[in-house]
Nanobody
Framework: QVQLVESGGGLVQPGGSLTLSCAASGFSFSQYAVSWYRQAPGHERQLVASIGRRGTTDYAEYVKGRFTISRDNAKNTVTLQMNALKPEDTAVYYC????????WGQGTQVTVSS
């Protein structure tokens, strides 16, 4: 069965950095694109970044130049490196399969505050 587990969130000051990890299991990881999403209180869940089967990346406008998504197929993981964090980045971050959407997990909380 498909499992996607997020980790790496925490509290950071504006301008700081965090690295999030998505650990996948239960499916052929290398055959699927993986995306990071986030949801802040009172807001809809939004797409942050995606990485395709061959490593093609795509980012939301508000994170371009600050966030980097990558994958390690040997370890079945997807990483989101977040730099120059802003208070507006505060949200619960989730990973999922954009084309075959799995049940949302618990996500990992990212809080950016001075």
């Amino acid at each position: 069965q498909v499992q996607l587990v997020e980790s790496g969130g925490g509290l950071v000051q504006p301008g700081g950095s965090l690295t999030l990890s998505c650990a996948a299991s239960g499916f052929s990881f290398s055959q699927y694109a993986v995306s990071w999403y986030r949801q802040a209180p009172g807001h809809e869940r939004q797409l942050v970044a995606s990485i395709g089967r061959r490593g093609t990346t795509d980012y939301a406008e508000y994170v371009k130049g600050r966030f980097t998504i990558s994958r390690d197929n040997a370890k079945n993981t997807v990483t989101l490196q977040m730099n120059a964090l802003k208070p507006e980045d505060t949200a619960v971050y989730y990973c999922n399969l954009p084309y075959t959407r799995h049940t949302w997990g618990q996500g990992t909380q990212v809080t950016v505050s001075s």
